[in-house]
Every structure is written in C-alpha cells, then in structure tokens.
C-alpha cells in the first residue's frame, strides 16, 4: 500500500494505491456519514461493480447511473441524477462515491460539489488514466457545446480510492490511452518513471502487477506534490498541461469523438517536443527519447484530414489562452519542463505538421 497526501487550502486528504483497496470502501466513510450515493455508469458496473459491493456491504448506499461517454459530459444527465438523489432521501449528510473513469471522477465530483451546496466525494477511479490523473487534485466538471470543461468546480475529494487490480477489465485501447499520460508524468518531473516505462514496456504493457503498481505510485505521488503546491493553477499546475494545449485543439476539432483523451496528449506531446527542440529548449538526444517512448505505447490513431490550420485557429480559443497568449510547456530534459508563451505562430504550425506525421 503506499499513500500520498495531497494538501490543499481547500482541504487535506490521501490518495492510496492499494490492491484491494474497493472491498475495504466503507473504512474510508466519516463516521456520520448520511445516505451514501455511488455514481458510475452501467459498463462499468458490469465490469467491477462487484468489487465495491463487497467493500460497502455493510453501508446503506444507492446506486446512479450517467450514460457515461466524453460527449456525454455534460450538465442534463447531472440535473437528472440530483433529482434522483432527493427523491432517494439524499441530502447534506450524504456522501458522493464516484466510481469510473474520468468523466464519471469529473460528473461525480461535479454533482457532489452543487448537490445541496456541496457534498463530500470519494474518488473511486476505475481506467489507468483516471488513477494517474483525473481523480487526485478536485478539478470537477462538464463539457458545453462551445468547449471541454468549461463548466465546473474545485472539490477536494475526501479521499481517493486507487485499485489497481480494477484495471484487469480495462480494454487495450484506453490502458494505453493512460500509459500516455504517464509518459507526460515521467517527461515533466520524473526520471526514473520514464527510465522504466523505456526499459520495461514488455510488463507494462503485459500488465504485470509490479510494473502497473509502480508506474501508478509515481504518477500518483507527483500529482499530489503538484496539485499540493498549487491547486488552482496559477503556477506550478500548469506543468501537467504538457502535451494538452495542442492535444485539446485535436479533440475539440474532432468532435471528441475519434481520439481518446490520452491519445490526442501524446499527439500534443508529439508537437511539444518539436516546439521545444526547434526553440533550443530540448536537446536532440532527449527529443528522440521521448518521441521513442511515445511511440512505443502506440499507437495513435490516424490523422488523416486533420489541418494543421485548424488545430490553429482551436489554440486561440482555448480556455488556458489568456488574452490570446498561447502558454506551452515544453521539456528542457526528460524530468524537466518549462513554460513558455509569445511563441512565433509560424513554428506552431511547422510543430503540428510535424506531429500529424
Ligand atoms: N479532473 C482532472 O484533473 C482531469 C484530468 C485528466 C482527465 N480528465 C478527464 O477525464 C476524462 C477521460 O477519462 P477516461 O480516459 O478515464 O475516460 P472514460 O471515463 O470515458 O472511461 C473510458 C472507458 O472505460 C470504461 N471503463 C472504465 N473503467 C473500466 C474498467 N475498470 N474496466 C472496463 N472498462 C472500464 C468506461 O466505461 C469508458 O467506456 C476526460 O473527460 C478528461 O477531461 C480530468
């Protein structure tokens, strides 16, 4: 078992990775804690739904489906469910279980943070990516049309729940998916994660215990050092950007649809590194490391019919582009990275072609 704490103004609480950890839930409910509410989608249920069970046997709690799915995320579902919270007895003494991937983490929290003004969360985090990412730190929320995220919250969880045996059931495609954020982990503030993700893809990607325990441990540890050192961004956070300024233009211009999250970073990632070796930032050695490493978790679905004019014009419109300031974090060696803004938009663009191959 290996606990990080993540400290935050909001509120201090640990994430533990430990195998077994869902059969053993309700030691981590408050005593006093009211109805409990288990928000997941059906697939996921079906898949390790039985494991939680088991740890909240001897706890009164209700169960809520989303219809799960990233173009899915969004505020109609989270009206819904609340409504379904009220009628089932929910109110301030209940507790929010939010079991899944990441855009369950992110509804979950969402709704427990606006359900009677705020309730507490458990993040239960069910895909790889997940696990590494999108359930330490309490950034909660919803898509709208106009763009990913744009509506949400910060909502310290209580605690964060990681099970890595729940990734026995996880499809091929979004491990991988995960192993991409990984890399990104390993390339902003870790040497020996990528080290390992470089020598040992064979048991990563076969899935063996210590391989998978080790690689979540290390991206767990790191979020909560970044997320505890600044919760709302203005700094030290935005280094966990790296490969998602150019990775949410790609989502964004296909419709959320064809690409993972996971894989429209490690396109970013791809561009990054371009950016960052034409701009002197990263040396040719470290570049080809981190494009090999990348590569070797592929791969990344094909881009064909994708501008690069486009992915442009989605960088200015972005959430993170403050004033028209496009930020890029970009690596100054494997374990390091920088933020950098005011970069030519002729090299921008020769960074995305360079990416879609
Ligand atoms: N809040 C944050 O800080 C943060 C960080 C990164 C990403 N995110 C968000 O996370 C979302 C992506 O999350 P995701 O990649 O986990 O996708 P996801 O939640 O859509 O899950 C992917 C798929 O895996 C299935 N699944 C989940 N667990 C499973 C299991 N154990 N076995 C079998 N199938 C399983 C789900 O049903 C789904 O079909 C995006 O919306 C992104 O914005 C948030």
């Known amino acids: 078992m290996s606990t990080f704490p993540v400290q935050t103004p909001q509120r201090t609480y640990c994430a533990?990775?430990?195998?077994?950890?869902?059969?053993?839930?309700?030691?981590?409910?408050?005593?006093?804690?009211?109805?409990?509410?288990?928000?997941?989608?059906e697939d996921v249920w079906r898949h390790q739904g039985a494991r939680l069970r088991r740890g909240l046997e001897s706890f009164r709690h209700e169960l809520l489906f989303l219809p799960g799915g990233e173009d899915q995320k969004r505020l109609a579902p989270l009206e819904i469910l609340a409504g379904e919270m009220v009628r089932r007895g929910g109110d301030r003494s209940s507790l929010v279980i939010a079991f899944g991937g990441g855009v369950v983490n992110d509804m979950g929290g969402f709704l427990a943070s606006i359900f009677m003004r705020g309730v507490p969360v458990i993040q239960a985090p069910t895909t790889l990516l997940a696990q590494v990412d999108a359930a330490i730190g309490g950034k909660t929320g919803v898509n709208l049309v106009e763009g990913k995220n744009l509506v949400g919250t910060f909502h310290?969880?209580?605690?964060?729940?990681?099970?890595?045996?729940?990734?026995?059931?996880?499809?091929?495609?979004?491990?991988?998916?995960?192993?991409?954020?990984?890399?990104?982990?390993?390339?902003?503030?870790s040497q020996p994660l990528f080290r390992m993700l470089a020598d040992q893809s064979e048991q990563v990607l076969a899935r063996a215990p210590e391989a998978v325990d080790y690689?979540?441990?290390?991206?767990?540890?790191?979020?909560?050092?970044?997320?505890?050192?600044?919760?709302?961004?203005?700094?030290?956070?935005?280094?966990?950007?790296?490969?998602?300024?150019?990775?949410?233009?790609?989502?964004?211009?296909?419709?959320?649809?064809?690409?993972?999250?996971?894989?429209?970073?490690?396109?970013?990632?791809?561009?990054?590194?371009?950016?960052?070796?034409?701009?002197?930032?990263?040396?040719?050695?470290?570049?080809?490391?981190?494009?090999?490493?990348?590569?070797?978790?592929?791969?990344?679905?094909?881009?064909?019919?994708?501008?690069?004019?486009?992915?442009?014009?989605?960088?200015?419109?972005?959430?993170?582009?403050v004033q028209g300031r496009i930020h890029f974090v970009l690596p100054v060696r494997i374990g390091e990275v920088t933020v950098v803004s005011g970069l030519d938009e002729r090299l921008v663009?020769?960074?995305?072609?360079?990416a879609l191959g």
């Open 16 to 41: 533990t990775v430990e195998r077994g950890i869902l059969e053993r839930a309700s030691a981590h409910l408050p005593a006093g804690t009211g109805k409990v509410f288990v928000v997941s989608t």
């Open 156 to 189: 310290q969880p209580l605690a964060v729940l990681i099970d890595p045996a729940a990734l026995d059931t996880l499809p091929e495609r979004e491990y991988r998916a995960g192993l991409f954020e990984v890399i990104k982990t390993g390339v902003i503030r």
């Open 215 to 321: 690689l979540i441990g290390e991206s767990v540890r790191i979020k909560a050092e970044v997320v505890s050192a600044d919760e709302r961004e203005g700094g030290l956070r935005r280094i966990l950007n790296f490969g998602h300024t150019i990775g949410h233009a790609l989502e964004a211009e296909t419709g959320y649809r064809r690409f993972l999250h996971g894989e429209a970073v490690a396109f970013g990632m791809r561009a990054a590194v371009y950016l960052a070796e034409s701009t002197g930032y990263l040396s040719a050695e470290d570049s080809v490391d981190i494009l090999e490493v990348i590569e070797r978790y592929g791969p990344v679905p094909p881009l064909e019919g994708i501008a690069a004019e486009a992915l442009l014009r989605r960088l200015t419109s972005d959430k993170k582009t």
């Open 349 to 354: 663009l020769a960074a995305i072609w360079s």
